[in-house]
């Protein structure tokens, strides 16, 4: 990504356009993962540093949130129309669908991506210099325990809430994108001993992304009644499977949690080194 790009063009003359949704789903995706370096590496550079650069991060996501949500709600209606074809089959859920089609485009057009990914662009550059191969496992070992050990706490807050805290299963999905992608960045991908754990994270992510998804999509149904039109049963129906499928992803977040944090922070970052040091 450069500052230089315009997210309006193609590349080369014959080249797709590029799509805005898949820029800022990458621009998203890059920013996390920044964040989680920084977070790797917050003792190495100071608690100062960490937070404007934490900080600066989280402004260019927030940037992006508008056109982010409302393609999510659009793909997360999508999704539940493929799971439950019959039961929403309903013409109150056809004008559900035109209306967040419509609010989709609305959200791309003014979204400003070229200021956004120079934003990234610039951290980027920043961050270039906070290479993980000049760092042995002793410098990077308190970040990743850091992380582990917050991701750890929030997951037993939801379990003791048997996960009824929307805010609080956010608030632990954070903590486990931030785990992934550091162990993504420090080779647990690919190193025997840490590929299992690596892919649990990055599961238990997912599933936390998709709940966290028809949470966001529950509150606007609850908010937008008039979207359905007169099909009050439509409204209803979306409702009810929009929290059965909630209720399964937390019971699945819940198996999948109490695996990847069934070791102390301290006993997780030393196996982890161990590994990546054989």
Do not use: C
């Not at 650069?53 to 793909?75: H, I, K, P, T, W």
């Not at 993980?132 to 970040?143: M, N, Q, R, S, T």
């Amino acid at each position: 990504m450069t500052s230089s790009s315009d997210p309006n063009e193609g590349g080369e003359a014959g080249s797709h356009p590029v799509d805005r949704a898949e820029l800022v789903h990458e621009a998203r995706k890059a920013i996390k993962r920044m964040r989680a370096l920084a977070r790797l590496l917050r003792y190495e550079l100071g608690e100062r540093e960490f937070e404007r650069v934490n900080s600066s991060l989280r402004a260019a996501g927030q940037r992006l949130a508008g056109a982010r949500d409302a393609e999510v709600r659009l793909a997360t209606l999508q999704r539940l129309r493929t799971r439950h074809p019959k039961a929403l089959a309903l013409e109150g859920i056809e004008r559900l669908s035109e209306q967040l089609e419509r609010e989709r485009k609305q959200a791309s057009e003014p979204t400003p991506p070229r200021d956004v990914l120079a934003d990234i662009a610039d951290m980027r550059r920043h961050l270039a210099r906070w290479n993980l191969v000049e760092h042995d496992f002793d410098a990077l070992a308190p970040g990743l325990k850091r992380i582990y050990r917050e991701g750890r706490r929030r997951y037993a807050r939801v379990k003791r809430e048997h996960a009824r805290n929307a805010e609080h299963v956010h608030d632990w999905r954070k903590r486990v994108k931030s785990l992934y992608y550091a162990l993504d960045m420090l080779g647990g991908a690919s190193a025997k001993g840490t590929r299992d754990v690596t892919r649990r994270a990055e599961r238990l992510g997912d599933v936390l992304g998709e709940e966290h998804d028809l949470w966001m999509f529950a509150a606007y149904l609850q908010e937008h009644p008039e979207a359905f039109g007169e099909d009050t049963s439509a409204h209803e129906a979306l409702l009810k499977l929009t929290e059965r499928r909630r209720e399964r992803l937390r019971e699945r977040a819940l198996e999948l949690g109490a695996r990847l944090y069934e070791l102390g922070a301290g006993d997780f970052t030393r196996r982890i080194g161990n590994v990546l040091a054989r």
